[in-house]
């Protein structure tokens, strides 16, 4: 059996982490071995990035800084945990990845996003994802599901979270791999089977 690589991504508080793990949930129940990631994240160099990309206390981080950041936590996660975990055949399905580099600091944050496209795939290296997950929801219902404290980016409000959501649009309509845009409205169960009609088809 070979692995198949899924991302869940999308704006912040669109539930892609909730959907990220039944998913997985819903791979290791048909009898399928699973790796659950998060990027930044996900190693012990990647934890200690995402510390710094959402500490409220570096606001002044260019974005330039942000994009160079993302990318070593990305790099140092396929090395360590993706390109391992498909070589012995098992899935993983990951939170964030690529797809979110160019909506927020391209999209939103004024990067060129073709740049981010063939830096993040060139330098990064490792596989294209089989699917990613681009889940959709009113930027100002989404920062209401967010925590009381919100994190570096989350607290960039709502003006710069619908740039983001128009970025993940623009992005399934023309990405360089397979993206499908799924309603994050409605419960996590509808939202639940929304992601899997999408995700049984590449299995």
């Known amino acids: 059996m070979s ?3 899924v991302v869940l991504d999308g704006p912040d508080g669109c539930g892609k982490s909730t959907q990220a793990g039944r998913l997985a949930d819903r ?3 048909r009898g399928r071995s699973v790796e659950r990631l998060r990027d930044p994240g996900g190693t012990p160099i990647g934890d200690r990035i995402r510390s710094i990309l959402l500490d409220r206390a570096n606001e002044a981080m260019h974005v330039r ?3 160079l950041l993302y990318l070593a936590a990305r790099a140092q996660l ?4 993706i390109e391992p975990a498909l070589a012995a055949g098992r899935d993983v399905v990951c939170d964030r990845y690529l797809t979110s580099t160019v909506a927020y600091q391209g999209h939103a944050g004024g990067l060129s996003p073709d740049l981010i496209w063939r830096v993040g795939r060139e330098i990064v290296g490792g596989p294209d994802p089989d699917l990613s997950i681009l889940l959709d929801l009113d930027a100002a219902e989404s920062l209401g599901r967010t925590g009381a404290e919100p994190d570096r980016m989350e607290a960039r409000g709502v003006a ?6 128009e970025g993940f649009r623009r992005l399934s309509e023309s990405g360089p791999y397979a993206c499908a845009m799924v309603s994050a409205r409605g419960t996590p169960d509808e939202v639940d089977r929304r ?3 999408r995700v049984r088809r590449v299995l």
């Open 3 to 5: 692995g198949i690589f």
């Open 195 to 197: 992601v899997w009609e």
């Open 65 to 67: 800084s942000e994009l």
């Open 27 to 29: 791979l290791e129940a």
């Open 160 to 165: 710069f979270q619908e740039r983001v959501r």
């Open 78 to 81: 396929v090395a360590e945990r």
